[in-house]
């Protein structure tokens, strides 16, 4: 019972190493035989005919509305920004300083 147990083992194991060498042998000859292969897309792609100028849509003109379409808006809205934060902060130290004053 033993040694049958032990045949069979063997067995299976032969049978899978068979089976794993054959994945790779089949592997590496697809891939040769895919790379002597010609490429047929490269030809398809440049088969259709170039279209003419008339045929292409023309351009529409992007919808500038508030926001930082432009570098000149940006720059307003950061010089704003700039300015408040300053006024901010002037204001926090007047009031520290009354703190100050007051104790």
């Known amino acids: 019972m033993a040694e049958s147990i032990f045949y069979w083992l063997v067995l299976f194991g032969l049978i899978t190493g068979f089976w794993f060498v054959y994945a790779i042998v089949k592997t590496e000859f697809g891939g040769r035989r895919e790379r002597r292969k010609p490429r047929q897309h ?5 088969s259709e005919p170039p279209q003419s100028p008339k ?3 023309e351009k529409q003109a992007p919808d500038t509305g508030r926001g930082y379409d432009s570098p000149e808006l940006l720059r307003q809205d950061s010089l ?3 300015k408040q934060l300053e ?3 002037a204001r926090h ?3 520290m300083e009354r ?3 007051n104790k």
Do not use: G, M, S, T
Not at 42 to 46: I, P
């Open 93 to 95: 130290l007047r009031d």
């Open 55 to 57: 045929q292409f849509p």
């Open 80 to 82: 704003i920004r700039i």
């Open 87 to 89: 006024r901010d902060i």
């Open 99 to 101: 703190r100050k004053e």
């Open 42 to 46: 490269a030809q398809v792609a440049f």
